[in-house]
């Protein structure tokens, strides 16, 4: 039968099954109109799964270039330049980072170059000091350049605009689309990204001085280190993302043509997602190092080496001109939770229901939150404030002024006649800074300032006017600042066991703690998939969604960034070596360990 309104869908509601062209869409016709022709026609090859034929040809390019120079000033002064620049490049349809699909849509490049400038100025003072002062810079960038062609502009394609947020696409990207039902159905997609301008750069200044007095080997030094990382502008589905599905049942979706490229050309969408807003992802930290050392020679079969780090680090927090949130659990408030539709029947389909307000929507929209209902970014901290204690980087507390790393050394040549050595050592090891991940991928432009809103069922022109609705959101936490700290011993003795037989065997070990990891705070608890009481009451042999079961109603996982993590390595080491003739040595070696790690 035909269609009985400019709205109606469905099967077989059109004559002949061809569709009249005064009910094409705009937007959905030009997004048809970037496929090729046909190419490839043989169906007894084909079996009628695909029609086109293709073939990515990339282009690869690799540039390195490096210089050097020495100048020696005078006989006490000596200056060292080094300069690096490395400029991986690859242009093709596939097989980089940013626009994609599984079709030759739009040829660009992708590259992760680096630059590296590094000076040292070394001056000697007297016979016994010698001061190396070194500045260096570098900064890596990740990019997406050297457009081939115009294909991924909804300018250069004729698609007219249509997004109800277009200041997220300021370049006005052509939207990622998706048609699955049919064979090997082509896509588009893109890195969340796009166009990649990516930067993280590192920016040190260190002084190390040496003075060797009498038995002592004195070294003194300063590090500092600022660290700026950004990804770039980033937002899901910043373009506009459709999904013209023909595999949802035409009661739950009536627009449903039962071919996704009909659904297409008539601007039926199955789903339409998309963000209100694309934010820059940057952290910044920086850490101040300084240590002093001594190598000292007490007696004339042992040497002692001690020494002494001291650090005061600013973690990876948002910078002061950036937009951010992220989840601090005292802030939550059981009182604000927001309702989530509940799977329900009605007039015999299984649907999402409200119990309060009593709406109805469709069953892919279980789980949802329910629009107006409680407080949807319940628990979260945004840059505005109040900020708990850690500031910006929406850590419990501060980190601490001061940290302090001793080291101890000793190598004792048991006799004094060269036969038997002891050697031992324990040192304290401290990584200052946490992963620039943690944060600056986590929380620049998260919610509330950010959400993705999905549109089910509707028609392109109507987007304006459609409901959109918003799952619960994965949001970051952060626990207390610890640095992550490795303890390392060790213990060997080497015996000379006559000739040119030499035998050892030591302990090794090391102890790492407070390494970081993910925590969920928002766990399912045990057993509750099996309570009777989270059945789905449309289906009770199952339970409820996960996001039903959670302890915090609104938010889905809930990954705390903790210092919760630690290894530990224990290991017998064994080695002798033989000297048969000059040039010519034979060894063997054992080792025996055990490890364990969190993780």
Known sequence: GGASSPTTGGPACFPGNILPADRFDAVGRALLNQFPEPNFTDRSVSLGQYNYRDQDIRDVTKRLNQLKLDFNATAKDRLTVRWRDWYPLTIGYGGTFGAGGNWNFHRQGYTKSEKSL??????????????????????MRETAPDSQD?????????IPPFQLF???????????????????????TYDTRYPIAARDG????VDNVSWSKGSHLFKAGLLYEFNPTSEGPQGTCFQGCFNFSSQTAVNINPLNTNYAFANALLGYYNQYQETNLKTEQKAQASIWEWFVQDTWKPIKNLTLDLGIRFGHVEPYRLPDDLIGAAFVPDRWNPARVPRLFRPAIVNGQRVGFDQITGQVVPSTLIGFLVPGSGDPNNGMVTDKGPLPPG????????????????????????????????????SVLQDL???????GRNVPGFAPYSRVSTFLYGRIPDLAGT????????????????????????LEVQQNLGGATTLSVAYVGNRYIDLRNNLNINPIPPGARFDPANADPTNPATPLPDNFLRPMIGYGTINLRTKGGYSRYNSLQVTANRRVRSGL???????????????
């Open 166 to 188: 277009p200041d997220a696409n300021v370049l006005g990207i052509v939207p990622a689309v998706s048609y699955p039902g049919v064979p090997t159905g082509t896509t588009i």
């Open 150 to 158: 115009e294909r991924h502009l909804m300018s250069a394609v004729g």
């Open 433 to 439: 800074l946490p992963a620039s991940s943690d944060l």
């Open 467 to 490: 409901a959109a609705y918003d799952s619960p959101i994965n949001p970051v936490s952060f626990d207390e600042y610890e640095a992550q700290t490795a303890y390392t011993y060790s």
């Open 585 to 599: 040595m034979f060894g063997s070696a054992y080792t025996f360990a055990v490890a364990k790690s969190t993780a």
């Open 391 to 426: 500031g910006l980087t929406f850590m419990p507390s501060p980190p601490p002024a001061v940290t302090t790393s001793p080291r101890f050394g000793f190598a004792y040549d048991l006799g004094g006649a060269g036969r038997t050595a002891i050697r031992g050592s324990f």
């Open 202 to 205: 590192r920016y040190s200044f």
């Open 118 to 139: 590094q000076t040292t100025y070394t001056r000697t003072f007297g016979l016994n000091i010698v001061n190396e002062a070194s500045a260096s810079f570098r900064v």
